[in-house]
């Protein structure tokens, strides 16, 4: 049996959804999740550098075939764009470092993946994330996201769909 692990980023500058999905023959199952956290108060050089580290923690103690982030949005907001972008960036640093290939999913794409159509609200992810995954309870917005790009991933895989940029 074929056994697959992907990390799904969810990136923000203060709070990085994170999840591993491993998936075993037809079987998902979650390995772990959460949010990487930064207070308002750290200097934003200092939220960098521990998103960096607890993200390279992480790949190094799940050791994943591959990791999934959402493309690139578009903002009005100059500073806004900036700041993810900048942590976009140490997100794929740190894949790179680390030799784990990253693939890029339009959000259409994963809402597809995970709820069955493009247009999902916020709750119809969690909802579905929890549900294919066998969660107890609901993760949080930020880590069903991240759990929600692995789902994509995977999907895209196995159906041999080519919805993803490899970056």
Known sequence: MTRNKVLGVD???RGTGVGVVQQEGSVQRAVTWGVIRNP??????????HIHRELQTLIQN???DAEAVEG???SKNVRTAVTLGQARGVVLAVCALEGVPVYEYAPRTVKQAV????NAHKAQIIKMVTLLLGLS?????DAADALALAIAHL??????LSGAKAL
Do not use: D, I, M, Y
Not at 40 to 49: E, I, K, T, V
Not at 115 to 118: D, I, L, P, Y
Not at 137 to 141: G, V
């Open 62 to 64: 799940e050791k994943p």
């Open 40 to 49: 308002a108060n750290r200097p934003h050089s200092a939220c960098l550098a």
């Open 137 to 141: 309870e609901a993760p949080a917005e």
């Open 115 to 118: 709820v069955g159509h493009g």
């Open 72 to 74: 690139v949005f578009f």
């Open 155 to 160: 999907h895209q895989q196995r159906l041999g």
């Open 11 to 13: 990136t923000s500058l």
